[in-house]
């Protein structure tokens, strides 16, 4: 098992940039997919982005291609999701996620250890 924590949310004014990471526990950090949801209020868990086990692959929703890059570093367990020009739409909570697969997924179901989350609030 992993234990997953997010930090780095906040709030930041629209056009600003934030940077998320997920420290994760366990010796096991890059046996995992690594992915990035959102939830927004009255909203279902979104995909955000997603990153391949040794890092070679990466995928993004098409809400923040361009604006978002995630990252990882097996050495430190850590996973990063740069984002840049926020909008006020990407106001959630972010979640890391880790799965116990090769393959990058987009559903929520696929993964299967989360974090609690980190409340990322961008004003217009």
């Known amino acids: 098992q992993v234990q997953l924590v997010e930090s780095g949310g906040g709030l930041v004014q629209a056009g600003g940039s934030l940077r998320l990471s997920c420290a994760a526990s366990g010796r096991t950090f890059a046996s995992y997919t690594m992915g990035w949801f959102r939830q927004a209020p009255g909203k279902e868990r979104e995909f955000v982005a997603a990153?391949?086990?040794?890092?070679?692959?990466?995928y993004y929703a098409d809400s923040v291609k361009g604006r978002a890059t995630i990252s990882r570093d097996n050495a430190k367990n850590t996973v990063y999701l740069q984002m840049n020009s926020l909008k006020p739409e990407d106001t959630a909570v972010y979640y890391c996620?880790?799965?116990?697969?090769?393959?990058?997924?987009?559903?929520?179901?696929?993964?299967?250890?989360w974090g609690q989350g980190t409340q990322v609030t961008v004003s217009s």
């Open positions: 990153i391949s086990r040794n890092g070679a692959r990466t």
């Open positions: 996620a880790a799965a116990n697969s090769a393959y990058i997924g987009i559903n929520p179901a696929e993964y299967d250890y």
